[in-house]
């Protein structure tokens, strides 16, 4: 049993990476103020940009990244887990990488995810996107232990539309994740629509915390984002929230028993079984699988 205090900063971070480093500062002193020693920001932290040009002109690589150094400097200074939800990164390629970072809290980087699934939509409204035309998708589920006073916590990582795709969840959470993220920068359309049944979905069907940072409002570059960044806990329940789509924080307690409790009441990860569709045979992966 390993019992902490998370937080989700909730953020409008805007087109110059000067101002959302400081954005971020604040709301991780206020975080820390409240008793987290695990805090979260969004997807995009660093810089929401939808003029190519503009974005490609303002991109750094990882270790000449402002927000990088910023949130190393945080973790350090507080002595906590800063989970980093995504910052645009340059690649060596010409390309950019929509990258989560993990710092803990001597300051060091203990983990990246490049976010794997591209969102590629039309929407209703009008809206149109195409982030594969920039990003790079990344390749590899990712986790990551998290040390803490009273143990250790096992964290898995997605981002924004990762969320729509459960297989994901379901191999990190059979390879031992007791918390999953989905840092976003969700649209106010699907978010309307979607968020909250989603992330409670995440959470249930894997007997895990999702924790969810998100960006909201009227952003810069004239987007708009849903806001309401949540910590959902295992059985289905929002623990905390930010109410609406203005920047702010929301705290709450995380206890890694509750999360084997929900998986004791509730055994699907232990009760998945290989099964056929057509002449394709769909496997069960992860720990389950690898101890037959």
């Known amino acids: 049993m390993t019992i902490f205090r998370a937080a989700v900063l909730q953020m409008r971070s805007g087109r110059e990476p000067e101002a959302n480093a400081e954005a971020l500062e604040a709301l991780v002193d206020e975080a820390v103020a409240r008793g987290a020693n695990y805090v979260q920001s969004p997807e995009m932290t660093g810089m929401l940009q939808r003029d190519r040009a503009a974005l490609m002109e303002r991109l750094r690589a ?20 800063l989970h980093l939800g995504s910052i645009a990164v340059a690649l060596a390629d010409g390309r950019v990488a929509n990258r989560a970072l993990l710092f803990a809290p001597d300051g060091t980087r203990t983990a990246r995810y490049d976010k794997i699934h591209m969102f590629d939509v039309d929407l209703d409204n009008g809206e149109s996107w195409r982030e594969s035309r920039t990003y790079r998708p990344g390749g590899e589920a990712v986790l990551a232990d998290l040390a803490l006073a009273g143990g250790t916590a096992r964290l898995g990582f997605a981002i924004c539309y990762d969320m729509r795709f459960p297989h994901l969840f379901r191999e990190e959470a059979l390879n031992g994740a007791e918390i999953l993220t989905a840092p976003a920068a969700f649209t106010r359309q699907t978010g309307e629509a979607h968020w909250h049944v989603l992330l409670r979905a995440r959470a249930i ?54 999360a084997a409790a929900a998986r004791g009441k509730v055994p699907n990860l232990r009760n998945a079984r290989r099964f056929t569709v057509g002449d394709a045979t769909v496997a069960v992966t992860g720990a389950r699988e690898a101890a037959e």
């Open 205 to 258: 069907e894997n007997g895990a915390f999702m924790i969810a940072a998100a960006q909201g409002g009227v952003h810069e570059d004239g987007r708009e984002t849903y806001g309401h960044s949540l910590i959902v806990d295992p059985w289905g329940r929002v623990i905390a929230e930010v109410d609406g789509n203005e920047p702010g924080v929301a705290v709450a307690e995380i206890d890694t028993a509750v």
């Open 62 to 81: 990882e270790d000449d990244d402002l927000l990088v150094a910023t949130a190393a400097r945080l973790a350090s200074r507080h002595g906590i887990h």
